[in-house]
């Protein structure tokens, strides 16, 4: 992702491609339980693991537990995928931690167009993080082919989760953050995102 490093921040992004930033607040629109042995899996987690000393460390035991655990509510709806690489007709390649696309019709393993990019902050940078991931919520949004969609995007160093959407040429920033020590609130901020990305493909018929 060579082409990132000629932007510095999440404003040199909108700038660049003449999208307008607001800030919006973010609601609960939809909750669930979580589970009680991801709950205790986390818990433990956070008391004994080392899980800062590296990236993989909090993916593996922070990001993707969460998400994926998020993500069972949608399976029939949305697929899930960890690392997967993206390339345009023009070899720009992007390479979200995680990614949420409609689920294909032809099967688990068929990427279809995505509605959700998961950008880990790198050091807890989440200025660097939220420079990455609007990049990808903008080249995401030129591969679906469609100037209706909305994008989420969610920057997280697996303690703090921040959210914003990319909507036609505006760029919303959620000012509220989502805390791994409130965990069901958290999972439930989750669910919600996935929920409202569920109601666009609903709204735009393509569910």
């Given at each position: 992702?060579?082409?990132?490093?000629?932007?510095?921040?999440l404003?040199?992004?909108?700038?660049?491609?003449?999208?307008?930033?607001?800030?919006?607040?973010?609601?609960?629109?939809k909750?669930?339980?979580?589970?009680?042995?991801?709950?205790e899996?986390?818990?433990?987690?956070?008391?004994?693991?080392?899980?800062?000393?590296?990236?993989?460390?909090?993916?593996?035991?922070?990001?993707?537990?969460?998400?994926?655990?998020?993500?069972?509510?949608?399976?029939?709806?949305?697929?899930?995928?960890?690392?997967?690489?993206?390339?345009?007709?023009?070899?720009?390649?992007?390479?979200?931690?995680?990614l949420?696309?409609?689920?294909?019709?032809?099967?688990?393993?068929?990427?279809?167009?995505?509605?959700?990019?998961?950008?880990?902050?790198?050091k807890?940078?989440?200025?660097?993080?939220?420079?990455?991931c609007?990049?990808?919520?903008?080249?995401?949004?030129?591969?679906?082919?469609?100037e209706?969609?909305?994008?989420?995007?969610?920057?997280?160093?697996?303690?703090?989760?921040?959210?914003?959407?990319l909507?036609?040429?505006k760029?919303?920033?959620?000012r509220?953050?989502?805390?791994?020590?409130e965990?069901?609130?958290?999972?439930?901020?989750l669910?919600?995102?996935?929920?409202?990305?569920?109601?666009?493909?609903?709204?735009?018929?393509?569910?």
């Open positions: 992702m060579s082409s990132h490093k000629k932007f510095k921040s404003s040199d992004v909108l700038i660049h491609h003449g999208i307008h930033y607001e800030e919006a607040s973010f609601e609960i629109i909750t669930a339980t979580l589970n009680d042995a991801v709950k899996e986390i818990d433990f987690t956070l008391k004994e693991l080392p899980y800062k000393v590296s990236e993989a460390a909090i993916c593996e035991n922070l990001i993707y537990p969460l998400l994926k655990e998020a993500w069972k509510t949608y399976r029939d709806v949305f697929s899930i995928w960890s690392h997967q690489s993206i390339t345009d007709e023009n070899g720009f390649l992007i390479i979200p931690d995680y949420i696309s409609k689920r294909s019709e032809l099967g688990k393993v068929i990427f279809d167009f995505p509605v959700l990019a998961v950008i880990e902050a790198k807890d940078n989440f200025t660097n993080g939220w420079t990455q609007c990049l990808d919520m903008i080249k995401i949004r030129e591969l679906n082919q469609n209706e969609m909305t994008v989420y995007g969610l920057v997280t160093n697996g303690e703090i989760w921040e959210i914003g959407k909507e036609k040429q760029f919303f920033f959620y509220k953050r989502l805390f791994i020590e965990l069901e609130n958290l999972f439930n901020g669910i919600s995102v996935l929920e409202l990305c569920k109601l666009q493909l609903i709204e735009l018929k393509l569910l």
